[in-house]
């Protein structure tokens, strides 16, 4: 293989020991940015402990408003999103950082990274202004290095120049290990990724979803968007079947298949009622 | 991120932007001089002497290029700040006449001491800048349309006041002229700025006084606060990419608004620092006072950086000048007009820069980053 060994397509897991839950979402309604309607009409389900939720669908389903109402970078028309029981659907993005959210973005470039900060800079995104990396507003500039320096080596970040690399300049794969690596070491109650794999190598693939899979494992929440049907049935214990903008069924990986997603998917099928 | 040494001298990023604004200002002496030719070839190469030696030709004109400096440095400083957080600040001018107008009102109508005076100035560009910060962030307007509307508003709204105020006219004063406002040294000595311990190095030139040394302070401020601080981490974040401040949890709409406000004091300060030396009297403009514009250039050949801002302004300055000194050989239109390509090409330094990094890379051909 190109990465000189074999690559494991499927994950390696172990039966999900599920715990109270970490997100609650009711009746979440979120607006659209490109159309008058809402994208996302009323949704609900939550997300334990312990395991990997998957929200599948064919893109422009209101996956990805449902993420920007959760994670707070667009304002839920109603409906409630409480992390650990706390209401948070008003709560401004750094409070929910704060709270024990993290958010790996769907888009990287966007959102995910300051393109033109060097990859020491990037790594403190989340944090720059808690008092380890910073003393009266000054930003210790040895603290922030040595931080970044250990994500990199802990996570395997490459890059030209170490923690003076400029983040554009690094390959999607490191930019986005850069990114799993910051979101990660928050030590998170939630973890949101988005499409965490999309356009990279097959080496970075399987290094992510170890990544996380390990996350799930130390007990952590995780909700994942996918439009990898194969990413979907590998990584999840519960899949959640998103069709324009409303959960229309709710499966268990090992007892669906590729086929009946599919249907759900396209609209073809819809459950009574999600059983979340 | 400097500590690393590893990398060649020509591929800094600082070696670069050093030789960039140096190889464009070579670029726009050489086009400046062409341009001398071709309008009055026989006196050409007397009026580039002038141009380039008068300000160090005596302690006098020397203190001139530090005194015309001074205010270039703030407004520059107040657009290369806005830039840094991704704004345009084309409304320096509007501010620096605000800043003006609040130091001279605290000067002449209420005789405060010229610190007092400055800070009022600082507040006036401050009120100026907040409006486009606030139209931008809420409304999201663009703030070059709000800022220059400001200019214009902010320039007739002094001229309004100042006209209806008989106290911070000159005529108040026993001058007789009524166009513009007391001379400081009549009004309230206590208002100028004091002329600093080096005054004697100058051969006490009426042009010198601190207002150099305090422009340089600030730009060291404005360094410290965009390098070092939280703050400034967030707003070069905001700068460089709202998308991912906002993820980041950054509030964009708060830092617009502030770094429109800092910008604006920069600009007031300028403003105030100008009038306040006591050898300049606030003349009743019909047009806008071109330093704030100036400040613009200055920022671009300085790539905002408030160390090179330094460096830059007193370029101009002395360029300006020098240009004075060419007078009899060349009306000062043409003068304008030289003076005007010199600094055009000066703010070519963004496109040398692209030039050298293209050209050194070239010749070292690219090193592959991991994977």
Redesign the interface.
Known sequence: MMVGRDVQFAVDKKPCEVGKPILEVEDLVVPSKVHKNNAVRGVSFNVRAGEIVCVAGIDGNGQSELIYGITGLEKPTSGTIRLEGRDITNAPIRERSKAGMSHIPEDRHKHGLVLDYTLADNMVLQRYWQPEFQNHGFIKKNAVLQYAERLIKQYDVRSGQGPATIARSMSGGNQQKAIIAREVDKDPQLLVAVQPTRGLDVGAIEYIHKQIVAERDKGRAVLLVSLELDEVMNLSDRILVIYEGEIVGEFDPKKTTVEELGLYMAGAKKQGEAKA | ?SK?N??PLLQRPAVVGVLASLLSIVVGLVLGFVLLVLLNPGAAVGGMRAMLATGFSNMDKLGKVLYQAAPLMMCGLSVGFAFKTGLFNIGASGQYTMGAFFSLLCAIQFQMPWYVCLLAGAVGGAIWGIFPGLFKAYFNVNEVITAIMFNWIGMYLVNLLLANMPNMLASGWGASNSDRTAALNVANPGAILPRGPFAALFGNSSWINISIVITIIFAILVWVILQ????G?EL??CG??R?????????SKRNIVLSMVISGALSGIGGGIYYLAGTGQYVLEKSILGMGFNGIPVALLASSNPIGTIFASLFISYIQVGGAAMQPAYSSETIDIVIAVIIYLAAFALLMRGIITKAVSGHKGK?G???
């Open positions: 991120m690393q590893k990398q070092k601080t939280t703050f981490y070069k974040a460089l990419s998308d991912a401040a906002q993820y980041a949890g950054i509030n090193e980053a991991a994977k």
